[in-house]
Structure formats: structure tokens, C-alpha cells
């Protein structure tokens, strides 16, 4: 069974600095993986997703992502955060079979002045 | 292009009573997903309707239900309601059976409160 970590339930982050946002997976196959961002009072948004290719993949508002087949992982980054960024995040995997659509737990991000 | 929309946005029940929710997906889209969020557990997939048929189902009991039309539209139905199932219920639509592309585009959801 595929399953979702993120580590860090909160993480709180200055504006301007990095935000890394952590997200480990367990799949016997290889997997399709997402992140998306949920805003209050509002339904989930896909930041980006990687199906196959390029490991490193880009997403709206300047947050990025990296597939480590090697560390099961699939950490979320972005180099300078901004109030708005402030939301949840959640990470999520398929198998490559559309079977199982998996979510992790979410991590909310705060962005302190 | 209309988003996935949900009706509707908010709703209080009792103990005991029945609910329906309703989910129109993006045109197009014939796969809906229905998504169960608490904050104590998180996102809990609930079921899958592709072409009116149930592909997927969660570890819910009987009392969620679901059915999809033929115009891809979705109704969950929760009966005999309990305290616990007070949360926010989204639906996501995506083109095919999750298998494509594996995008899900998620409605506002329907935020149940149940006294």
C-alpha cells in the first residue's frame, strides 16, 4: 500500500527566507507525486505534479520540487516566501495505475513578518 | 472554463438527520472523487465515480453514500448523521479514471455541522 509522511505538521518561516516543506513516500511502483496548496475556507489547488521526466518540477507561484527516487522523497521548496504563501500543504502520490490517489497529512506553512 | 462546483457551501444538521451533497464537475471531466477533511484526520477519500459506476470506495460506513449521473454530475448522501461527521466534504473531478494524468481539480467543498 502506498503511503504519504511530511514532516512537520507547522513550519513557520520569515518572509523572504526559504521555505522547505518535507514529503516521503513508500509506493512499489513508480509513482506519479503532487503537492497542493489549500487556502482557508477554500478547496485544494495543484502547485505541481511529477509523472515522468525531468526530476526537478516547477509549479505556480514560484515553489518548486525534486524527485528522489534514491530517498523516496519529494521535498517542496521555494526560495523566498511571501505572506500569501501562507496556507496548507498537503503532498500526495499515485501509482502509475490511477488505483490509489494518496494523501499525506498536510503541513501548515506560516509566514511571520 | 467553470471550476468544480459545490452546492451547498454551508450547512448545519442534527443528530440523526440525512444530508445531501451535491458536485458538478468541470465539463468534460467524468471522473468525480469525494474527499472527507477533519482536522484530526486529515484528507480520507470517501469513493470514486467514473461514467455513473463506483470505481473506488474508502473505509466509510453504509451511511455515506454516493451515485453520479449521467451528465457526470455527483450527489453524496450521508444518513443518520453523527457529531463525528461534522467536516468539510470536497468533490475533485479530473478527465479520465485517475490513471492519465492523475490530476484532481477540487471544488470549495461543503462545509457540514452537525449539532
Known amino acids: 500500500a502506498q503511503s504519504v509522511t511530511q514532516l512537520g505538521s507547522h513550519v513557520s518561516v520569515s518572509e523572504g527566507a526559504l521555505v522547505l516543506l518535507r514529503c516521503n513516500y513508500s509506493?512499489?511502483?513508480?509513482?506519479?507525486l503532487f503537492w497542493y496548496v489549500q487556502y482557508p475556507n477554500q478547496g485544494l489547488q495543484l502547485l505541481l505534479k511529477y509523472t515522468t521526466g525531468a526530476t526537478l518540477v516547477k509549479g505556480i507561484n514560484g515553489f518548486e520540487a525534486e524527485f528522489k527516487k534514491s530517498e523516496t522523497s519529494f521535498h517542496l521548496t521555494k526560495p523566498s516566501a511571501h505572506m500569501s504563501d501562507a496556507a496548507e500543504y498537503f503532498c500526495a502520490v499515485m501509482d502509475n495505475y490511477g488505483q490509489n490517489f494518496v494523501f499525506g497529512p498536510g503541513t501548515r506553512l506560516s509566514v511571520l513578518p | 472554463k467553470a471550476g468544480v462546483t459545490q452546492t451547498p457551501r454551508y450547512l448545519i444538521k442534527t443528530r440523526g438527520q440525512q444530508v445531501t451533497l451535491s458536485c458538478s464537475p468541470i465539463s468534460g471531466h467524468r471522473s468525480v472523487s469525494w474527499y472527507q477533511q477533519t482536522p484530526g484526520q486529515g484528507l480520507q477519500f470517501l469513493f470514486e465515480y467514473f461514467s455513473e459506476t463506483q470505481r473506488n470506495k474508502g473505509n466509510f460506513p453504509g451511511r455515506f453514500s454516493g451515485r453520479q449521473f449521467s451528465n457526470s454530475r455527483s450527489e453524496m448522501n450521508v444518513s443518520t448523521l453523527e457529531l463525528g461527521d461534522s467536516a468539510l466534504y470536497l468533490c475533485?473531478?479530473?478527465?479520465?479514471?485517475?490513471?492519465?494524468?492523475?490530476?484532481?481539480?477540487f471544488g470549495e467543498g461543503s462545509r457540514l455541522t452537525v449539532l
Open positions: 509506493s512499489s511502483v513508480p509513482p506519479y
Open positions: 475533485a473531478s479530473s478527465l479520465e479514471v485517475r490513471g492519465n494524468t492523475g490530476e484532481l481539480f
